[in-house]
């Protein structure tokens, strides 16, 4: 099938590579030039395990091709928005900027093109562009379907390529046959719904996901003062048939990055213009904030004054598997080292170079030893497996003070076992 894939940062990068991989002749479409140009050369516009490869071989093979000019959008028969929709810091989406994008382009699509919306945006947007297109365009009889954008950053192309399971949300029955078509390199399970609850359903998924993960972080902070083992706590729920084990149970870090939050406050805003009440998911952003400052609370407990400490941050990203900074509690909590008059070190495998408002006060270094010379405390931040590899020896010969913060228990294994080190984590009394 001839597809157009539209907006090329992650979501997009990772949905034309994958499409082409799966045998379609992709047109890669982006606004902006200079990603374009990046894309022609096979680099992808953030890390990714084994994009640019993937990227390569679609060029290499001319199932993948790439251009600035919308004009090209004309040539294909679905077109699929994948543009990532910008979050503040206050994880409020910028969804103007896609709806309106999309508006630029329809002109140039052919008559009876399918649109697939996969980009994060609030329940009803289908809808209104649907209404676009017969206000402004009705002769093209342009249809409008939605697939939930499912991928996981440094898991991308396994989620994309190998799905358990597909929600597509169509109106028109007619139009199942072009996407069972589009999908079947990938799953024959699709599971099939009106276009709202398409949408919806991606609504109702991260918030699940996002009450997990609040709920088993509030659990394990009481856990702390009771004296009990939140890890243990955990294994007792995901033995019930009820929960089970794949349940997003697991106590350590807050949510983070933007993604689950973005559909909380969409879920928020539905809420509130229909007059109703959220109380639950209102309530998800309060206690997330609070057990982000997990560590910074951890280190003000031990320390009365935090001026002059020397603390070592392993890990920058917001999660493994990725190079994106954005949203990242790690960062967050330097800032607020920083304003405490704290020195501080960092190491993370994909950050070589940081941008000039944190290089002015994060120190980064070339190695996991240089990151912990010295220093008075270690806070491991994001799950990168190098940092597995650290032994108690090594451990306390590089440090000034073995104490470390391990918010998830990624490295107790080698670290929490060690009388010589002060080990703290969320949900295991100290």
């Known amino acids: 099938m001839k597809v157009a ?28 030039p200079e990603t374009i140009a990046h894309l022609k050369t096979g680099r992808a516009p953030i890390f990714e395990p084994g994009l640019e490869n993937l990227l390569a071989e679609g060029l290499a093979s001319g199932k993948l091709t790439y251009t600035a000019d919308a004009h090209a959008l004309a040539a294909a028969e679905i077109v699929w928005i994948t543009f990532d929709t910008p979050v503040d810091h206050n994880d409020i989406a910028d969804v103007e900027f896609v709806v309106n994008e ?14 697939i919306i996969s980009s994060q945006l609030p329940v009803g947007t289908a809808r209104r562009l649907q209404q676009e297109c017969v206000a402004l365009l009705s002769d093209k009889n342009i249809s409008f379907a939605c697939i939930p954008e499912n991928l996981r950053l440094g898991k991308a192309l396994d989620v994309f390529m190998k799905p358990d399971r597909i929600v597509v949300g169509v109106d028109d029955d007619k139009l199942k046959t072009k ?8 799953s024959e399970n699709i599971i099939w719904m009106s276009v709202v609850a ?80 959220t109380l639950l998911i209102s309530a998800i952003a309060e206690s997330n904030s609070y057990h982000t400052e997990w560590s910074r609370r951890k280190l003000t407990t031990l320390w009365s004054n935090l001026k002059g400490k020397k603390v070592a ?39 070589s170079k940081l941008p000039q408002k944190l290089a002015g006060f994060i120190n980064i270094k070339a190695s996991i030893a240089e990151a912990l010379q010295a220093v008075d405390a270690v806070v491991i931040s994001t799950e990168w497996p190098q940092f597995r590899e650290l032994t108690a020896e090594e451990f306390v010969f590089n440090v000034k003070h073995p104490l470390v913060l ?21 949900g295991v009394p100290a």
Request: charge should be neutral.
């Open 179 to 186: 996407i069972q078509q589009l999908l079947l390199p990938f």
């Open 198 to 277: 398409a949408e919806m359903t991606k609504h109702a998924l991260n918030a699940f996901l996002a009450v997990s993960v609040t709920f088993i972080n509030e659990i394990a902070s009481l856990c702390e003062t009771v004296g009990a083992d939140a890890r243990e706590v955990e294994r007792g729920l995901k033995s019930e048939e009820r929960i089970g084990p794949k349940a997003y149970l697991r106590p350590g870090g807050a949510i983070a990055g933007g993604t689950l939050m973005r559909d909380i406050n969409y879920l928020k805003q539905v809420g509130k213009n229909a007059g109703q009440e």
């Open 313 to 351: 941050m392993l890990g920058l990203t917001y999660k493994a598997g990725t190079d994106t900074l954005r949203r990242s509690t790690a960062i967050e909590t330097c800032e607020w080292l920083h304003q405490q008059g704290t020195q501080i070190n960092a190491y993370d495998p994909t950050i």
């Open 102 to 115: 999309v508006i630029a382009i329809l002109p140039k699509l052919s008559a009876n093109t399918l649109v």
């Open 5 to 32: 894939v539209v907006g090329l940062w992650h979501l997009g990068a990772v949905t034309a590579a994958s499409l082409a991989k799966g045998g379609h002749d992709v047109i890669g479409f982006d606004p902006v």
């Open 406 to 426: 391990d918010p998830s228990g990624f490295v107790s294994k080698n670290l929490a076992v060690d009388p010589r080190i002060q080990y703290f984590s969320v």
